[in-house]
Each structure stands twice: as structure tokens, then as C-alpha cells.
């Protein structure tokens, strides 16, 4: 099974740069007041408030999640120190080393691999100590629709072959369908915990059609000269206000198409698309833009609107409620796909998550009780 095949997935099919799923990331953990782990078989090696994660447990969940990853870490351990010891001063004749030994060994020098095991079971146990709290429930079938839904949108946009099954793309990915439905379930609990946040602090109110619309745009960017004088400034933004209200004007008078003056005068990646920037939702973008796009009338153009990339124009194609379900649902994830990721550390923080293994700083000694 292959976790990163699956942050590839989430973010082709979002059209996002590189968004980790939350198992795959590593917290910044709460410094504990101590980075000193109890020298016994099974410690703490982490924990969220009052829930203490094993050491044992951590193993544990590498031989199921996996195994291939816990192998190559006990090997490049017990490699790396069986060479100390063999070829070091004074060297050795020979190595012998305990399951008990050897496993001790890693804990004191983690791999990325232990660490992000850890670093999964911690954002688990968080987020499902918040969704207790929150009374948010995410059964198998919301995990399974989930998963069809990001395969639906990577269909659509031509992703996945037409004479390719899910099943056949999934395997390419490294994937099965179970194997990968288990992988995104922690991206499914993050997003309903983010999706409860998102209604109760930024739009309050449960997300409906009035939060969604498609638009178009012209975009006429600032130059910033540089360097960056007061005038200059000034006089930059002057031209770039007076090179947007031409062009408003060619489109009031007739003379051009929106979409015609899009392609010949706007300086983003739309241009090609007639300014088409999709339908998209509540925060998804910067607020002076959004604050007019929530409050035109489709077909209206608007006055030049100005965000820290320069004037826009823009018009409204259609509301939330002329949009289909598929269309607010995958305008809905672009935003929750790009929240979860500052939602996670603040929930981290919040369930006091503290991970032992992260704040452990690799130790050069040899192998405990090397033969000679």
C-alpha cells in the first residue's frame, strides 16, 4: 500500500499543489518538558492529554500499516550500528543483537518512517477525541463515497482513462480499493472536523448553495518597480486601474466578449479559459474579490475590484443554487482539502499532542550489549 500514491490522488484530483493527508505529515509536536523517553521495554513514546501511546503500539501498527517500512528501519539501524561496532576503535569480532535490543535501538534513533506512524496514531487519537466532543459521526460508507467522489473528479477531468476501471487506476497507484479507503479515512475525519469549524467560525451558519457561485475574471497586474518608492508605487497602480476600466469599457460598449477580452487582456492563468475561474466557495478566495463576487448578480459586470495581485473585473456566471450538487461538492473540497492543513496543527495544539520520538534527538552510541 503506498500512502504517498494517495497524497498524489488528493491533490491531482483537487487540482492543489502537494496537500500531505494528515497521516502522511508530521505535527510540530508540543515540546515536552522532557525529550528523555524511560529506559524500559514499553514507554511512552507519545501522547494527546491524558492518552498515552506505547512504544509497543507504535511496532505494532507498523507490522499492519506497514511492515516493508519497519523492516528497512530495524535494518538500517542495526546496519549503521553493527558497522560502529565491527569497524569502529576498538573494533569487534563479531555483533549479536536481541528483538528486545534491536528494538530499543530504533526507538532511540527513529526513522521518518517511525515517526510519521507516530505522528498518524497521535492525529488519530486527536481527532477522535474532537469528534466525541463535537458529536461528529463518519461511518465506512462516508469513507467509501469519499473515495469515489475524488476518483469521479479525476475521471471528469480526464485523469483516468475511460477503458481504465477505478480498480485498475487504483492498482496502478499501489493501491486496492480497502487499502485505499483505509488511507483516506483520517483525511475524511479532518475534513468533517474542519467542515463543523468552518460553518461555526468563518461563515456562521451550515454551509448552503448561497456560499458558492461561478465567475469569471480579468486580471491587469501590478509591475512593483522596483525598487519600490512611494510614486512609483502610486503611479504603477494608476496605470494599472486605468489599463482595467479600457478594457471594462470595450466590454460595456460591445466591442468585446468578456470571455474575448479575457483571452487578449487578462494576465493569469485564466486568460486562456475566457477568465473562467470554475465555481468556487466562501474563502476559497482573497477577501476584497470575494466580497464583490457574494454580492453581484449574474451577468453583471462589476467595478474594478483591487487585491494585493492588481485590478480585477469580473462577472458571475451563475449562483450556488443554478449549480449542481457535484459542482458545490468539488468546489466545497477544493477549500476543505486547503483547510485541513492549518486546521490539523491548531487541532494539535489543542489536544496537547506531544510526540517524544520527533523531539528525540538520534544518539551515536553502539548497539546495547554487542558481543565482542
Do not use: C
Not at 5 to 27: E, K
Not at 190 to 217: C, M, N, Y
Not at 327 to 334: F, P, S, T, V, W
Amino acid at each position: 500500500m503506498s500512502k504517498f500514491a494517495l497524497t498524489a490522488l488528493l491533490a491531482t484530483s483537487f487540482g492543489v499543489g502537494l496537500t500531505l493527508p494528515v497521516m502522511a505529515q508530521q505535527p510540530v509536536p508540543t515540546k515536552p518538558s522532557t525529550s528523555v523517553i524511560k529506559d524500559e521495554p514499553n514507554p511512552v513514546v507519545g501522547s494527546v492529554g491524558d492518552t498515552k501511546v506505547l512504544w509497543e503500539q507504535v511496532v505494532a501498527r507498523m507490522m499492519v500499516d506497514n511492515k516493508d517500512g519497519f523492516l528497512g528501519s530495524i535494518s538500517a539501524i542495526i546496519g549503521q550500528e553493527a558497522g560502529k561496532a565491527l569497524f569502529g576503535n576498538p573494533p569487534k569480532n563479531e555483533v549479536t543483537i536481541s528483538r528486545a535490543l534491536a528494538l530499543k535501538a530504533l526507538r532511540e534513533q527513529p526513522t521518518q518512517q517511525v515517526i510519521i506512524t507516530l505522528s498518524t496514531m497521535l492525529d488519530e487519537e486527536a481527532m477522535r477525541q474532537e469528534m466525541l466532543k463535537q458529536n461528529i459521526h463518519v461511518d465506512d460508507k462516508s469513507v467509501s463515497d469519499f473515495l469515489a467522489k475524488v476518483l469521479g473528479f479525476m475521471r471528469k477531468r480526464g485523469q483516468i482513462p475511460a477503458n481504465v476501471t477505478d480498480d485498475q487506476f487504483l492498482q496502478q497507484q499501489g493501491l486496492t480499493k480497502d487499502s485505499a479507503i483505509k488511507t483516506m479515512r483520517p483525511r475524511v475525519f479532518a475534513g468533517a472536523l474542519w467542515e463543523k469549524d468552518f460553518e461555526q467560525t468563518t461563515l456562521g451558519h451550515p454551509i448552503s448553495p448561497s456560499d458558492f457561485v461561478q465567475a469569471r475574471h480579468i486580471l491587469v497586474m501590478f509591475k512593483r518597480p522596483a525598487p519600490t518608492k512611494p510614486e512609483d508605487v502610486k503611479k504603477d497602480e494608476q496605470a494599472v486601474l486605468e489599463k482595467i476600466k479600457k478594457i471594462a469599457e470595450e466590454i460595456k460598449s460591445g466591442k468585446k466578449t468578456f470571455e474575448a477580452a479575457a483571452k487578449e487582456y487578462g494576465e493569469d492563468g485564466t486568460k486562456e479559459k475566457g477568465g473562467d475561474l470554475g465555481a468556487f466557495a466562501r474563502s476559497a478566495m482573497v477577501k476584497e474579490f470575494e466580497t464583490v463576487a457574494f454580492s453581484l448578480k449574474p451577468g453583471v459586470l462589476s467595478d474594478p475590484v483591487k487585491t494585493q495581485f492588481g485590478y480585477h473585473i469580473m462577472r458571475v456566471d451563475k449562483l450556488g443554487k443554478d449549480l449542481t450538487a457535484a459542482e458545490r461538492d468539488e468546489a466545497l473540497e477544493q477549500v476543505k482539502n486547503r483547510g485541513v492543513q492549518t486546521y490539523i496543527p491548531k487541532l494539535r495544539q489543542k489536544a496537547k499532542v506531544v510526540n517524544l520520538l520527533q523531539a528525540l534527538a538520534p544518539t551515536g552510541g553502539g548497539i546495547p550489549g554487542g558481543g565482542q
